[in-house]
């Protein structure tokens, strides 16, 4: 990349996460653009698409969720581990309004920028719940996709009730329960 282009690319993150934390994932592109100082061609040239876009803003944090699951598929407790993970996950679903939603959309679209994200998130929760269900703490048929789904639902209910700070816990703490072998 040309160093002019770059230097667009990095303006353009840099006022995404600033829209997306202030306004929500579905913050206006033209504004973004507007703030980095280029215009919504350049934009559009860098990312075709919102999703393209949320996926550039969200990898940094992805890639501190993944570093995060392979340190906890060493933890000495598998069912703790993958626990620890999923509650990293709902909050960080919860860091951006609209963040849930967005990654709902996308969990059968693998071919979405955003799951350029998705995909990796799935196969590191995957080598958690396998360590789970092989130690006996979580029931077989639980499925990673299934998780995730009800960690950015988790998220999204904790997004439209605002007031209630421990809704995300509990609802996951209720999920939880039901995941567990008997």
Known sequence: ???DARRNYD???TEARAAF???????????VARRAGVGIGTLYRHFPNRHA????VFEDAVNDLLSRARELRTAPEPCTALVTWLREVVAHAGE???LARALMSVSSDRASAL???STPMREAGEALLTRAQQAGRIRADVEM???LQLTHAIALAAEESP???QLPDRLLDLTLRGLKDA
Request: aromatic residues 4%; hydrophobic residues 40%; proline residues 3%.
């Open 163 to 165: 007031a209630d700070p």
């Open 11 to 13: 303006r353009l993150l």
């Open 53 to 56: 876009l949320l996926s550039a």
């Open 115 to 117: 799951a350029r994200c």
């Open 1 to 3: 990349m040309r160093a």
């Open 145 to 147: 996709g299934d998780l």
């Open 96 to 98: 951006y309004r609209g």
């Open 21 to 31: 934390a202030t306004h929500g994932t579905d913050a206006s592109l033209e504004d």
